[in-house]
């Protein structure tokens, strides 16, 4: 018995299932119209709008930003004596490639580059507007920048035009590089800029403390040497100095560089006669403290001038070693094939989608019309009514 029963109830089960397919394959052939008609009209108008809208073009390119190098001045600030103040004179660290790629990413989307692109390639034309927010909004919308994990930056920009896509893509990094320097990016310049900073001040601190001494001198009648002596000693500090700032510039070959080292040599060996011949004069002892004081500030300015000095000279070191130029690996090129729109899938999605609404139409018709046929299913529709009428 409990066997006969399970076997009539599978069979009601698969009668009611294939009734409810039955009852599907009615609805659909009975709303087959709107089921073809549907899919057919929106394959037509998606037709016409894909093949009306121009093909797109990529354009990209690869560069390489600036690295960040070994800092020679932090290397040689450590061993100094002086730690604080060189510590003061080298900066601060800098961060990793990633931070650093990142940088360079935030500087191509930022609005000054958005506005130096649009000037310099006169896109308000292109995209037919003077409105600066909207043609920012559309060149942004066509770049895009990426950073990769070997330390790359790729850069993408679509047009409708190709070789206005490679020019963008290309621009781009042109103005970078041209931007590089003024936004000191790297770390190397920033040091090196702030050095030759300091290094002007130290001169200038040098040289007041120089002039300080010789008005003392001048006023107080405390003379160490001769007039001809100090007068020497001026000329050979100055020459130092000169000496000190062309081997910045130049090499020991350069003609500047051997005329001022020789006019050092020829200063140093008048002083030596002129030494031998003279010896202390002094006019006026109580005055020997202030002179100690004046001297000492000198030589502190001396010590500040050949440390700031030294640290100039390492800084530039740490620039020409950092590679500041940005190195472009894959310049772009005018893109032979378009990279869009994909008409073929545009149009095929659009009828899929159509074909399923319509679909879901002729459900809701069918199940409409039979709420309307019940009189059961219709006085419940206007009580539901009653209840959501406003008054």
């Given at each position: 018995?409990?066997?006969?029963?399970?076997?009539?109830?599978?069979?009601?089960?698969?009668?009611?299932?294939?009734?409810?397919?039955?009852?599907?394959?009615?609805?659909?052939?009975?709303?087959?119209?709107?089921?073809?008609?549907?899919?057919?009209?929106?394959?037509?108008?998606?037709?016409?709008?894909?093949?009306?809208?121009?093909?797109?073009?990529?354009?990209?390119?690869?560069?390489?930003?600036?690295?960040?190098?070994?800092?020679?001045?932090?290397?040689?600030?450590?061993?100094?004596?002086?730690?604080?103040?060189?510590?003061?004179?080298?900066?601060?660290?800098?961060?990793?490639?990633?931070?650093?790629?990142?940088?360079?990413?935030?500087?191509?989307?930022?609005?000054?580059m958005l506005d130096e692109m649009i000037k310099h390639f006169n896109l308000h034309s292109v995209y037919k507007t003077n409105s600066k927010e909207q043609a920012r909004r559309i060149l942004s919308g066509q770049t895009s920048v990426k950073s990769s994990k070997e330390g790359l930056i790729h850069l993408q920009v679509t047009d409708t035009n190709p070789k206005r896509a490679a020019l963008l893509a290309n621009g781009y990094v042109e103005v970078l590089q041209q931007k590089n320097n003024e936004l000191a990016l790297t770390e190397a310049s920033?040091?090196?800029?702030?050095?030759?900073?300091?290094?002007?001040?130290?001169?200038?601190?040098?040289?007041?403390?120089?002039?300080?001494?010789?008005?003392?001198?001048?006023?107080?009648?405390?003379?160490?040497?001769?007039?001809?002596?100090?007068?020497?000693?001026?000329?050979?500090?100055?020459?130092?100095?000169?000496?000190?700032?062309?081997?910045?510039?130049?090499?020991?070959?350069?003609?500047d560089y051997i005329k001022t080292r020789q006019k050092l040599y020829n200063l140093q060996a008048e002083i030596g006669k002129a030494q031998a011949g003279s010896?202390?004069?002094?006019?006026?002892?109580?005055?020997?403290?202030?002179?100690?004081?004046?001297?000492?500030?000198?030589?502190?300015?001396?010590?500040?001038?050949?440390?700031?000095?030294?640290?100039?000279?390492?800084?530039?070191?740490?620039?020409?070693k950092a590679g500041s130029s940005i190195r472009v690996i894959d310049r772009a090129i005018v893109p032979e094939q378009k990279s869009g729109p994909f008409r073929r899938n545009t149009i095929l999605i659009a009828v899929i989608m159509a074909l399923f609404i319509s679909v879901i139409i002729a459900f809701i018709i069918e199940a409409y019309h039979r709420v309307q046929a019940n009189k059961e299913s219709v006085a419940q529709l206007k009580k539901i009514k009653s209840y959501l009428h406003w008054k």
């Open positions: 018995m409990l066997n006969t029963e399970t076997l009539e109830e599978q069979k009601e089960t698969g009668k009611e299932f294939e009734i409810n397919l039955l009852d599907v394959a009615i609805v659909l052939a009975k709303h087959i119209k709107l089921i073809v008609a549907l899919p057919v009209i929106t394959a037509f108008i998606s037709m016409i709008v894909a093949y009306q809208s121009p093909d797109i073009y990529t354009a990209d390119t690869t560069f390489m930003p600036p690295k960040p190098a070994a800092s020679v001045s932090s290397m040689v600030s450590s061993l100094s004596s002086l730690s604080n103040v060189s510590g003061m004179l080298s900066g601060g660290g800098g961060g990793g490639i990633s931070g650093q790629n990142d940088t360079y990413i935030a500087v191509l989307n930022s609005r000054t920033q040091r090196r800029r702030f050095a030759e900073e300091e290094f002007l001040k130290a001169k200038n601190r040098l040289s007041d403390a120089e002039i300080a001494v010789k008005a003392l001198q001048e006023k107080s009648g405390l003379i160490t040497v001769g007039s001809q002596i100090a007068a020497l000693q001026t000329m050979i500090k100055s020459t130092e100095r000169q000496l000190s700032e062309l081997s910045i510039y130049s090499t020991e070959n350069n003609p010896g202390y004069i002094s006019k006026a002892p109580e005055r020997i403290l202030d002179f100690t004081h004046k001297t000492r500030d000198l030589k502190y300015a001396e010590a500040l001038y050949q440390m700031a000095y030294q640290q100039l000279t390492l800084a530039s070191i740490d620039e020409s």
